[in-house]
């Protein structure tokens, strides 16, 4: 069996920064990938509808790649992927006229007329193809087998197992391996492109190492396992091993340079690997977008995403749908786990505090303490316990509510429907009456609480603790450990409640007594 290696660092990796690699940072991997005699080099992807001209890995065309590569004289292979539909076809030169190889064609089985059409050009144009069938598990044994045959009457390169989700098990990762090497043109290569949901890309490249198949093989990896969610196998490790095992002669040094140079910068600002998130994701065998867009809400645990998960369609599995996951989300929450019921006691002839779990609560303590021991306040804790006594705490985050509760006198504990306790509270809130902010489903505490005041005709409310999501910054007043660090999500987060706040505040005087990013919405 002749071994090669398809790092796919710029192409996989880019999930994790959005394929913003610089230029010198494309020319460091890729000069360092054939410092390390990698076989074959994946730039980036092909797409004309998203892609960019400079300092991307996400390419607008073959020009771009082309430019990209115009101060090195890489002798290794190099190819792109293309998701089929993201890129016109069309739009390929010749490979002659270029510095690219081959053109990977990842699709989805419901897809598959589609991509034959799509190799086949591509194949016309000289370009070696790779054909990568997204998401391998899907297919039964005979479905499987028929698009083996019919890609093998094509002049393609290579055929892959795709293990999309991280979740083949060695007899299942063995049995597509079989049934694609007992199918397949003996002259074609057979590759494996695995993520590591369960741990099990390095076991797997492994089994197929030592296996007795008579035919090229190619594993893909990346450098430090880059890429989105839990990762990818390691070409470092892989490399290590071969050069270990057999008669290869990689360079690992090249890649560790990179790896100190380049992507623990990138690991600290995102992280992948294994997580209880891509666990979930891969032993339901779901994309990994599902699982991650529940977690960040941090609002239920991660037994009740499982739960959530679980009711996603089979048939809508595969492909991350934000509207599905958003449907299956607001009917979960939705679903009374405690029955409403009381009020809270407002006295008219008193000011209302609420008091989030924002930094600031600790570094304006003294002027907060003050006013909770004037006596001129309702004071609600939302969602945490501070350092002083309030006369409630709110809770509509179930994570927060089983931390705190036991922590708390019972009779000032206040919760939302969707929470579950296992004690008796005297005051339930309606979620569904407080979750609308005119058609937006808005979860965050401050403002169910805001929107609750103003159902109860309240006219003023003064806020400590609404700080806003902040990057480098500990953004919680007590030792918070599931802290999210995105900065992505941070943006989306402050733009939730920034524009909440716009909405609320024609109905109700809301002034912020500690620093907040939302303070410009109030002319301060």
Known sequence: MNIKILDCTLRDGGYINNWEFSQPQISKIVNALEKSKIDIIELGYLN????????????????????ALSSLAPTVQKVVMIDLFSFDIDKLPLQSNTKINGIRLAFHKKDINDAMVAAEKIIDLGYQLFFQPMVTKNYINDEFRDLIIRASRLNIHA????????????????????????HLNPSIVLGYHSHN??????????????????????????????????GNLNTELIIDYLNTTSKYKYEVMPLLG?????????????????????YLSA???????????????????????????????????????KQIADNLYKEYLLTDKSKAKGQLNISSDKKILLVAS???????????????????????????????NCDYYFFS?????????NELPLEKQVITTNIRSKILIDTVISLKNIVYIEKNFVTN????????????????????????????????????????????????????????????????????????????????
């Open 358 to 388: 924002g930094s600031s609560v600790n570094d304006s303590l003294a002027l907060i303490k003050n006013k909770v021991a004037s006596d001129n306040y309702v004071v609600v804790a939302l969602n945490h316990k501070p350092q002083f």
């Open 159 to 182: 055929f892959y197992v795709v293990d999309s989700f991280g979740s083949m098990t060695l007899d299942e990762f063995q049995h597509y391996i079989s049934l694609a090497h007992g």
């Open 445 to 524: 505490v401050a403002i169910l609480m805001i929107n609750y005041l103003i159902l109860n005709r309240i006219k003023k409310v003064e806020i400590a603790g609404l700080d806003g999501y902040q990057i480098g910054k500990n953004n919680y007043a007590y030792d918070e450990t599931s802290m999210v660090s995105n900065e992505n999500l941070f943006e989306e987060l402050n733009e939730i409640v920034n524009d909440s706040l716009l909405k609320l505040k024609n109905a109700i005087n809301i002034e912020l007594i500690t620093p907040s990013v939302y303070t410009g919405i109030f002319g301060k």
């Open 397 to 405: 985050n179930q994570q927060r509510f089983d931390e705190f509760t």
């Open 197 to 230: 949901n369960m741990q099990l890309a390095f076991s797997n490249a492994i089994d197929l190492c030592t296996s007795s198949i008579d035919r090229e093989v190619i594993l893909d990896s990346s450098i430090y396992g880059m890429g989105r969610g839990a």
């Open 283 to 321: 032993s339901l065998d779901c994309h990994p977008n599902y699982a991650s867009y529940l977690v960040n809400k941090k609002t239920t645990h991660i037994v009740d995403i499982r739960q959530i998960l679980d009711k996603i369609p089979l048939e809508k599995r595969n492909s991350f749908n």
């Open 48 to 67: 004309d509808k998203k892609g960019n001209g400079i300092n991307s890995t996400l390419f607008e065309s073959v020009f771009s790649v082309d430019r």
């Open 258 to 278: 990179v790896i100190d140079e380049i992507l623990a910068y990138y690991f600290k600002k995102k992280s992948w690997g294994f997580s209880p998130t891509q």
